[in-house]
């Protein structure tokens, strides 16, 4: 999750507080929904901690834009009817309803999914699609160094995996940290050219010398 709001907000910086907070919660959705197959046969304690989670990432990000005003909602009502958003809804809980019983790192971590979930966010919020795809590329690439194979040519069943690192490693926490600490740099960044604050810091200079 971290490393995927990280990598969204990098390569694709928000313009406005709207796509400031559909960025943040779209790359957390999207580094976060690949592992909503960690289930086995017998337990989904793990991936119902997914869904969950991801279900808490949409309706925070609503939240704050009730609570601030940020406008998303107004934004989605515009010129989109009901439907629009309803549909590819529907069809992104069918996917990763589906993903919840496919074996850990194959359909869920496949370029296949990546393409069809991706679309799905693009029909119902545009603007949050490439931060959600980018947080979804960003969980496939560094679920690669470990010692699982990926399937990511689903229905393909060659793998890709490097063997390098464990996902409870010191590399995992690594990212997590690195991840987190950029997140909040790039969250700031982005505040910060928003609101072009760059210009109180002149009226500050100018009145002090
Ligand atoms: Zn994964």
Excluded at 4 to 25: D, K, R
Excluded at 47 to 72: E, P, Q, R, T
Excluded at 166 to 188: E, M, R
Aim: glycine share 12%.
């Amino acid at each position: 999750m971290a490393v995927g709001i990280a990598t969204g907000l990098l390569l694709v910086p928000p313009g406005s507080l709207p796509e400031l907070l559909v960025g943040v919660g779209a790359g957390a959705v999207g580094g976060l929904i690949c592992d909503i197959d960690v289930g086995t046969s017998k337990s989904h304690k793990q991936a119902d901690i997914i869904s969950m989670g991801a279900v808490l990432i949409v309706a925070a990000v609503l939240a704050v834009d009730w609570i601030f005003k940020v406008g998303i909602h107004e934004r989605l009502m515009q010129d989109e009817n009901f439907m629009q958003i309803f549909f590819p809804a529907m069809c992104f809980i069918g996917i990763c309803a589906y993903g919840k019983g496919t074996p850990h790192r194959t359909f869920m971590h496949s370029f296949l999914v990546f393409v069809l979930l991706t679309a799905c966010v693009g029909f119902a919020v545009p603007m949050a699609a490439p931060y959600f795809g980018i947080g979804f590329l960003s969980h496939i690439f560094i679920d690669m160094f470990n010692k699982r194979r990926i399937q990511i040519f689903y229905p393909s069943k060659k793998g890709v995996c490097f063997k390098l690192c464990s996902s409870h490693g010191k590399v995992n926490k690594i990212l997590f940290y690195a991840g987190t600490f950029l997140s909040g740099i790039c969250i700031l960044l982005s505040i910060y050219n928003i609101y072009d604050l760059g210009k109180y810091f002149g009226i500050i200079k100018g009145a002090l010398g």
